[in-house]
């Protein structure tokens, strides 16, 4: 079964997000991922570069869960410098649409002081239903 995103008119059309996503099926729980490449360092070039390798992190994880991206439902973007994101959201959006689509899941965008990687600006956690 796909999964249904819904985007009621009576709230402000969404930008890269979805207001609801419904579906049935496994829920996969994914666990905060940052930037860090198969050595277990952060990447370098920022948060775009970071964005890119936490999704491709992401994606990795989802998969060996048996699932594709258009399996997302749910996503939490934690932004040490929301500033310096924002004023990068069409990049970042280039890197979704080509690592996931043109689909979003149900996101929130939050603030945070740290990471557990010191040196990362940007995790991803996320939630994904798969069919059976």
């Known amino acids: 079964m796909a999964l249904e995103r819904i ?9 890269g ?14 666990a905060g991922q940052t ?3 198969a050595d277990g360092r952060v990447v370098g070039g920022g948060v775009v570069a970071q964005f890119e390798q ?12 048996g699932g594709g991206p258009e399996r ?8 040490v410098d929301m500033d310096d994101y924002r004023a990068h959201a069409r990049e ?5 649409r080509r690592l ?7 996101m929130a965008g939050v603030g945070v002081t ?4 010191e040196d990362a600006v940007v995790e991803l956690q996320g939630l994904a239903l798969l069919p059976g």
Do not use: E, M, Q
């Open 17 to 30: 997000f979805s207001h609801a996503v419904t579906g049935s099926g496994r829920t996969v729980f994914l």
């Open 35 to 37: 930037g860090l490449d």
């Open 72 to 79: 997302l439902a749910s996503l939490t973007v934690y932004i």
């Open 100 to 106: 996931v689509g043109a689909d979003y899941p149900a």
């Open 54 to 65: 936490a999704l491709a992190n992401l994606l990795a994880a989802l998969a060996a869960a």
């Open 92 to 96: 970042i959006g280039k890197v979704w």
């Open 7 to 15: 985007n009621p008119t009576d709230l402000p059309a969404p930008s």
């Open 114 to 117: 740290r990471l557990w990687d």
